[in-house]
């Protein structure tokens, strides 16, 4: 089984609660807070111009680095607000991919190797259409050349790519909450912690809702809702055969079921399979984006291996017979697709976001 590093897990720690090597690291994170100031003020000032979609932008993103779950807050947006009567559109960075100087637009079934793992997972998911360039404006801008009937662009990432305007700004947390509050590389925070001050909501991934931050009617703060993600069920890669999670957590099964995750937090799948009652006999993290060139599962125990759906889009290939996708659903502590279509809705009839 492959675990994290000791020196990464020990940077890890320091992310979260602080320590000699982050106070070390402090003046290193201080030069990060000095590039987010200039960069933010060179496009607040005029200096450099950012573009301004025809239609609304919504940037879901992260301050903490890595994964906080952004992909299922995107693919629920887009679910939300289609339900809502609109025609949502995706940009993306394409994360690992080469796209080269022109963006590449698709929609349905995209090839990972071509668009990136996370934006061929949100597309297949969603059935949205999709466009992905480092340069999140050339992908909008080619995304309305080709899909003209989109009528909203949400973008997967991009919080700090301010080449971008955006009309609505969602933040994506887990437990890990903010950490240590430091810029990295003393902290895991990408921008200062009072950037949570100026977006529009922060959806914060939980294991249970307890209904405590279901939004807030303050306009002058960020609204707050919990996101859980549920599990309701298997796919065989192979066959596409589906089970329910409670066909691995029958006792005769124990021991015989294994999991693997090549997510920014792998704990948190292999967490949410404990708490639908399955006990992996082997649990195998892996790096976030692992790309599948070899099999890590060749040699790993188990009748069954439980992966996630950003694993299984990429795994395809493999023609590996014990594996299966564990698809989840999204669950709000309120009312997230209806506050977001109304947000939308009123966001063109006030100035855009600046830097």
Avoid at 294 to 315: Q, Y
Wanted: proline share 8%; aromatic share 6%.
């Amino acid at each position: 089984m492959t675990a994290p590093s000791p020196l990464l897990a020990f940077l890890h720690r320091q992310w979260r609660h602080g320590g000699w090597l982050s106070t070390l690291l402090a003046p290193l994170s201080a030069v990060t807070a000095l590039a987010v100031r200039h960069k933010r003020a060179a496009y607040r000032d005029g200096r450099r111009q950012a573009w301004r979609a025809p239609v609304p932008v919504v940037v879901v993103g992260n301050l903490y680095v890595g994964g906080t779950g952004k992909t299922p807050v995107v693919i629920a947006a887009v679910e939300g607000l289609r339900a809502h009567g609109w025609t949502p559109g995706v940009v993306s960075r394409g994360y690992g991919v080469d796209v080269g100087g022109a963006p590449r637009v698709g929609q349905g079934e995209l090839a990972p190797a071509e668009f990136g793992d996370e934006p061929a997972l949100i597309a297949r998911a969603s059935g949205a259409a999709v466009a992905v360039h480092p340069k999140r404006a050339l992908a909008a801008q080619a995304l309305l050349r080709e899909f003209p009937q989109v009528d909203v662009i949400v973008s997967d990432d991009g919080l700090q790519h301010l080449q971008l305007a955006r009309d609505v700004e969602i933040v994506v947390q887990d437990e890990r909450g903010v950490g240590n509050g430091r810029l990295l590389p003393a902290g895991p925070l990408r921008e200062p912690a009072a950037r949570l001050d100026e977006v529009d909501a922060i959806v914060t991934n939980v294991h249970r809702l307890d209904g405590a931050h279901a939004g807030t009617p303050n306009a002058d703060t960020p609204r707050r809702f919990q996101m859980r993600l549920e599990p309701t069920g298997a796919r065989r890669l192979i066959d596409g055969a589906h089970q329910p999670l409670s066909w691995f957590a029958q006792a005769p099964r124990t021991g015989r079921v294994a999991a693997a995750a090549g997510i920014g937090n792998p704990q948190r799948f292999f967490q949410t399979l404990r708490d639908a009652g399955i006990a992996p006999a082997t649990e195998l993290p892996l790096p976030d984006h692992y790309d599948y060139a070899r099999s890590p599962f060749v040699a790993m125990p188990g009748e069954h291996i439980l992966i996630t759906p950003k694993d299984a889009i990429k795994c395809a290939g493999l023609e590996e017979p014990r594996l299966w996708e564990v698809h989840v659903a999204a669950h709000f502590s309120g009312d997230f697709a209806g506050w977001l279509a109304t947000t939308l809705r009123s966001a063109r009839t006030q100035p855009g976001k600046s830097a």
